[in-house]
């Protein structure tokens, strides 16, 4: 059975950056498209980013373009969000989903909306000190 792991969380400044990290297990990693949500107090989880199974094509939430950086390692089952120049409105729980149905990415709608996935992490919480 497919499991994730996520660490890399804690309490930043704003503009500071911070890596995370998701652990793939149970599978063959390299068969999965991969990405990140969060879910801030009080919203719904959003999509993040997501990466295919090559982690040659990538998508974000405009929100985070040209601050977020999606990135994958197959070798060693791991997809890592590279975030910088943090903001308040970043803080949030960030998990990490897994999709086998589209490694490829040609349906990145679908792998935006959560309720696609029935496969998560338990999260890791990010905080921004006000």
């Known amino acids: 059975q497919v499991q994730l792991v996520e660490s890399g969380g804690g309490l930043v400044q704003a503009g500071d950056s911070l890596r995370l990290t998701c652990k793939f297990s149970?599978?063959?990693?390299?068969?999965?498209?991969s990405g990140w949500f969060r879910q801030a107090p009080g919203k719904e989880r959003e999509f993040v980013a997501a990466?295919?199974?090559?982690?040659?094509?990538?998508y974000y939430a405009e929100s985070v373009t040209a601050r977020f950086t999606i990135s994958r390692d197959n070798a060693k089952n791991m997809v890592d969000l590279e975030m910088n120049d943090l903001k308040p409105e970043d803080t949030a729980t960030y998990c990490c989903?897994?999709?086998?149905?589209?490694?490829?990415?040609?349906?990145?709608?679908?792998?935006?909306?959560?309720?696609?996935?029935?496969?998560w992490g338990q999260g890791t919480p990010v905080t921004l000190s006000l």
């Open positions: 989903a897994a999709d086998e149905d589209d490694p490829l990415l040609v349906r990145p709608w679908v792998f935006r909306e959560p309720t696609a996935h029935d496969i």
């Open positions: 990466i295919s199974w090559s982690g040659k094509t990538t």
């Open positions: 149970g599978g063959t990693f390299s068969t999965y498209a």
